[in-house]
């Protein structure tokens, strides 16, 4: 049976980058945040349109989440994030409500391992230091190793119809089985000029 699966290139909110943001928010400037999180929230308009139309039918959805563990809490953690504010997971809290079903879809071990490295490198930027050349080659890495464990979970648990909601740098699609056909409802965010100026910012 051919399954389908809607990939949504998600950008992170500030509410989503938690005490890392205000690190990132001091390195990029008070000038080019407003411009980042003024594309950020435009992409996230288009998005929480586009999620609002699959809600009649989302009883057939299977729900997989870039930085959401393989993990028996993953629905406490989408509805304590999304009453914190996260627009991400307020979709997903939606779609959920409407009858779709969420997969935990990473390893957490990877998500720490990355977290860590993403917490020591904005700590080196903060204190105006270069981060360690190793750091970006380890993320590399790591990041791939998640797009694997990303594409085994859909693999595993899609039925028929999912959507992937997935940072701009990944690419999991690569390592999805035949069967599983990607869709890009709304196109990739790096062909968006005012976005990919803001994620560049």
């Known amino acids: 049976m051919p399954r389908t699966l809607a990939i949504i290139p998600i950008l992170h909110t500030e509410a989503d980058m938690g005490e890392l943001a205000g690190s990132l928010r001091a390195h990029v400037g008070k000038e080019a945040w407003e411009k980042k999180t003024k594309a950020v929230n435009a992409w996230w308009d288009r998005i929480e349109e586009w999620a609002a139309s699959l809600t009649e039918g989302a009883g057939d959805l299977k729900l997989y989440q870039d930085g959401l563990p393989d993990d028996p809490n993953a629905p406490a953690i ?5 009453a914190q ?4 997971h307020v979709v997903l809290q939606n779609l959920i409500e409407a009858g779709a079903e969420l ?4 390893d957490p071990e990877l998500l720490v391992r ?4 993403a917490k020591e490198t904005t700590e080196a930027l903060k204190e105006g230091r270069e981060p360690d ?9 790591i990041l791939r190793r998640r797009d694997m464990y990303i ?19 990944h690419d999991p699609a690569r390592y999805l089985p035949e069967d599983v056909t ?4 709304l196109g990739d965010p790096a062909n968006d000029a005012t976005i990919t100026g803001a994620i560049r910012s």
């Open 78 to 82: 989408v509805r304590d994030l999304a």
């Open 85 to 88: 504010g996260s627009r991400n």
């Open 103 to 106: 997969v935990g879809t990473e």
């Open 114 to 117: 990355e977290y860590e490295i």
């Open 133 to 141: 050349p190793r750091f970006a080659q380890r993320s590399e890495a």
């Open 151 to 169: 594409a085994q979970r859909i693999d595993d648990t899609l039925e028929a119809s999912g959507v992937l909601f997935i940072g701009a740098l």
């Open 182 to 185: 990607p869709d890009h409802p």
